[in-house]
């Protein structure tokens, strides 16, 4: 099992930046896979970003391609969501989700353990 705590939500303008950070502990880190998922008020949890054991390999969901970008350091056992150009739609709580697969994946299902989750709100 992993514990996950995310970090670094918050209010933010249209178009501005914010960086969510994400602390691993129990499972050995460089592992698996992680990934970022967000749900908004009355929304299904939707898929955002994830990042495979290495830090090689990335995916993103269409609506952050190009604004959002996912790392990992896996000698501090954290993994970071960097935001650009956010807009009042990226409006969510934020997810961490670790999975047990070493490759990325996007379903939610496929992840075992998540955190608590952190609120980013983009105002216009």
């Known amino acids: 099992q992993v514990q996950l705590v995310e970090s670094g939500g918050g209010l933010v303008q249209a178009g501005g930046s914010l960086r969510l950070s994400c602390a691993a502990s129990g499972r050995t880190f460089s592992s698996y896979a992680m990934g970022w998922f967000r749900q908004a008020p009355g929304k299904e949890r939707e898929f955002v970003a994830a990042?495979?054991?290495?830090?090689?390999?990335?995916y993103y969901a269409d609506s952050v391609k190009g604004r959002f970008t996912i790392t990992r350091d896996n000698a501090k056992n954290l993994v970071y969501l960097q935001m650009n150009s956010l807009k009042p739609e990226d409006t969510a709580d934020y997810y961490c989700?670790?999975?047990?697969?070493?490759?990325?994946?996007?379903?939610?299902?496929?992840?075992?353990?998540w955190g608590q989750g952190t609120q980013v709100t983009v105002s216009s």
């Open positions: 990042i495979d054991w290495s830090g090689r390999i990335t």
């Open positions: 989700a670790a999975t047990h697969r070493r490759v990325i994946t996007t379903g939610p299902l496929d992840y075992e353990d």
